[in-house]
């Protein structure tokens, strides 16, 4: 590389003399270009790509408190406007998600509350986010039901947890509810750690009711094959990833089993290389394994995705249009892939 | 509180005249006592609290990169000296403690590597550790014949995370394999996210040797209750947790279900709470829930656990003893769990 | 506090169902309450509120790279409409506007370049900027030859770290430069550590030219009595740190000596408090030494500085119209501070 | 490179089954090699190689919470062995070793604590380490009287902040202080923002007291070519910084004006360089500026300076022995630098 090819595009300076749409802050920061600031603009500019791309599956990895944060609307609408393919989740945010379709709550709180006296008053803290033991409990006892019935729908027959999302997505009325759009959206939800959640505790529950007879099987590997095999039939796939964790991982191994590393990566967290952990591994590090192209569009936004991801969609949602949104999925030209059942 | 109690206990100032031993150090740390060091002073304290109350389980929840970072002999160790009674861990570790097993490596490397060039030559980059395909490559034909032989033997019945664990360690000879000891010296260890790890690859290989005939199953539930039951029947319980994710989420939702908030803790972490995640959540926020009781001794470090936890370990090895150490199980007065098969 | 009292304000779900202005976001942000999201709504409102609160003297401290993240015309727009009277930098970030101001500039690079290579072209990095050696030769005599002029006009006599910025202002006569908005706006800059930036290396250069004849003399204490006094003689004081070190420290000391603790601060910074350094400490840690009062409206946003604080500003900016924005000073009724000549 | 040169070192694994040095500790992480554990393994390597190259001169750069965190004697120590030669610092931290030296105390507390109580109580709180105002009280009357001394034996002359550090070492008598230390065994003490911290308070009254008859004038760039001319003699310089912030910029802008890129480096930080700032930046950014040498050795180790730096300075002291300890300055054959006065 020569000199002066180091010396090209003068950092633009941000003007904000007035109403900015947040996609116009974007684009400014575009300009500017660096820091975080660049980086979240370009996260912006390859999930557009992504969706743009006619022949790329979206998967949308969601770790962290995604529904106390007030995500749970913003992620039935993706699944809705089709602006995500597939759901890579934990089982907490399932749980939370199925607390508010059963008209539990997630309410505003304070980070410095007496955790002593919450415990005595049975209120659960996330951060600065309340829940009460009742909403849980009102849930434990109305999914336990759910697991029956699933049970002897199934007849002893294990189910994938995929499945498991798509039975509770068809017994959760909510149209808000995240399970309930992917069941009516046929977008699949992937819940690898289904047992390391609540539905763990539930599932104690329904066993000690069901005393051996008739008791809900979840087969721990089989989404393997399915995940696999959307992204291996997919032409280009393309990844958003909340936090990290199960989810990113469960991602990044589908692309490698399926020989299809990712064609876009978008990684929002707080988490760093350092520690050799995976969830701060850098996407550089990714192309190693193959789990995402040399060549792809990739970026990796250090911060808090319940600021960034709402950044990006409001970003992306506004250089889209209205009518790109409501545009059916088979007109989109999506990948043939079957959902699951 | 009146003014007075406030300023009791003047910091004393660390003094290095000459050889150290770690302990000598840690116990400096805990005069000065501020900050990252008088955190880690405790944790020192609170470790060797848990082990020298023999009414105590111990749990190690293992996340991150562990055995890449040399701390396999080390778990190994600590699971043959008694010092921890149950482990939770990532597929991940378990699958890198296998390769190790089977006489794969991990190479010191270099973060600064070029990955295209890496991806070329089939090597795989976990930060600044190398790992060669062709050790993955032997891991998965290897275990997917212990897998078909574990099925043939189970004959379509679904095994637990647990069960799987202690199947392999049956058949992995090394004495410094994690699995190895732990099958050897009774620890159970559960991998309640099994499916998200070389394991799910290896079951797709097996399944496709297979072709439907005889396939191993893991139960994603089966080893619920078992958990619950260890936390339930133990007088107390302590944990360490090394990073967060699911491992550290499994034990403390065991401690809910078994309405058995641990009493001591030590979580070794860089993760922060201001994202709502839960592997940054503080051990505070933990007590509204009930996962780890008021009164604890309980401490989070914010810091490498690769290089804090074998801080914590060789100081309290050295004050425990050697005699200590080599004192059988039963001896020790651990609580009578029986451990699983 | 009662059981109900914690469960009050359920969490509302962000909708993003077309074009979002970024004040529309940040109310979302508002009502979703939790995590960073809650965190930058809160900004944005204290920002605000220290703004319309007419006998509110508003400092603003600037710390990290400013200039080369583009936000130089931002920070000078923001003296220049008012929206800030006092401003607290690192020389750093002086030197980085005279740069431009002299028509140099910070170019978008990537922090993956070879440092060796960019040693030999003469080219600097700061992460993914660049600049070349030849715009600080530029500045360097261009600078010595105004250190001169001021040393003449001030006769031997020294000058704060103020005037040496106001002297700075003066010469440089780029509108866009956040000198010369101070300069003109009679908003005073102080540079507590103006000798740890290239301002110390202009002083050899210049020295040496001078022979000892007619040095400029900057006093280290000169300017603490003026930042006190406008601190002392405001009724009420607001800060807006971005990052923290010097400037955070100085702003804060101010606060304490004019025995008169901050009714508003906003902290945007990725420090931490574990360490127990400045610049990640808490704001309710600030309470204690009275830098902040502890009624005081306050928050402290996890975040890229470079992100967060041009979203905070074009909300605000969006609340308050342009019709604000164009108010002068007086009419404004901002408290009759006297600034720095 | 090929194929195999990648995997050449396997990750050595840690054992610990007895009492440890740390530098047996230490050594073991040099094994594995990993993560934050190889890097705390090449600081150690690198501070001793700076310790036994007899023609390097050690700049220690002390940012952060040094005293109140336990470190004053060990600094003291290092100072008094020979172990360092020339010391950045903030200001506050030579508070922070004046208050001790004039008896009063920094207290082990909790980051928990009301801090609208100890405000009320007049204490002040560095995250868990509680200062009485009375403490500071009484330095502001003491230095005050000690400015007073300065400036009638200055008789009106501007003193540099290293002259200031080492008038005050010659009146504080404690063996213990940091100041003291350096006084006698010659090392300078640069203290570039020595305004930014409570000398810059006790100015004020300093300046009160002597009602414009007798002030102590500080130059703001008088230290600059005193550092400069300390680095440019030397034949090598290495560096270690905890923190970063000014003193790190301070050494590393010494190191640009003396052409003298730093020979050998070790930084201690939490900050991360993807916000662009100086304290996180990387020591590989620090080449394309010249601060640092292409080929220099250098590591920088992501943790608690207050936990990393004495695990790194008793791994040294053990490795050097006692002996090498007690040479005298001139047999060692430091660099001759001629000292500040």
Redesign the interface.
């Known amino acids: ?1 020569k ?1 002066k090819d ?18 116009q ?1 974007m684009r ?2 575009q ?10 603009a370009r996260a912006c500019n390859i999930y557009e790509k992504m969706l743009r791309d006619k022949d790329c599956t979206v998967f949308l990895a969601l ?3 995604v529904v ?7 992620v039935a ?1 993706l699944i809705r406007a089709r602006l995500v393919d597939v759901i890579v989740s934990t089982g ?1 945010s399932m749980v939370h998600d199925a607390i508010e379709t059963l008209n539990g ?5 304070s ?1 410095m ?1 007496d ?5 005595r ?1 049975h ?8 829940v ?1 033991e009742e909403d849980y409990v009102k849930l434990d006892y109305q999914l336990a039901e759910m697991y029956r019935e699933i049970a002897t729908e199934r007849n002893g027959e ?1 189910i994938s ?1 995929n499945e498991f999302a798509w039975e509770l997505g068809k017994r959760l009325k909510d149209p ?1 509810s995240i399970l309930r759009a992917a069941y009516e959206e046929n977008v699949p939800i992937f819940i ?6 609540e539905f ?2 539930i ?2 529950l329904h ?1 000690s009711q069901e005393k051996q007879k008739n008791i ?6 089989k ?3 399915r995940i ?1 095999e959307i992204c291996g039939k997919s032409p280009r796939n393309g990844m958003v990833v909340i ?1 990290g ?2 989810p990113r ?2 991602v990044q ?1 589908a692309a ?2 399926a020989k299809k590393g990712m064609d876009y990566a978008v990684v929002i967290t ?10 701060g ?1 850098t996407l ?2 990714t ?4 789990k995402v192209k ?1 060549e792809a569009d990739k970026i990796m936004v ?6 960034m991801f ?2 990006i ?2 970003s992306v ?2 250089r889209l249009g ?1 009518e790109f949104m409501r545009t059916p999925y088979l007109k989109r030209g999506k990948p043939a892939v079957r959902r699951s059942k």
């Open positions: 590389m000199r180091y010396l090209q595009n003068p950092v633009k300076h941000i003007k904000i003399n007035g109403t900015l749409t947040v996609d802050l400014q920061f300009g500017s270009g660096s820091f975080g600031a660049g980086r979240l770790s962290g408190a106390p944060a007030g995500m749970r609307a913003l609408d907490a709550h997630h309410y505003k709180g980070w509350a955790d002593r006296e919450l415990y008053y209120i659960f803290r996330i951060y600065d986010v309340f009460a294990s947890s808000n690898p750690a289904v047992r390391d959640s763990g505790y599932h104690l066993a809900l099987k979840v087969d721990a590997f989404d393997v094959p696999c936090g964790g199960v991982n469960t191994s490698i089993a707080m988490d760093r290389p350092e520690t050799g952990g995976l969830s591994s550089r590090e192309v190693s394994w193959g040399g250090i911060g808090d995705a319940l600021v709402p950044l969609v409001a949602v506004e209205s």
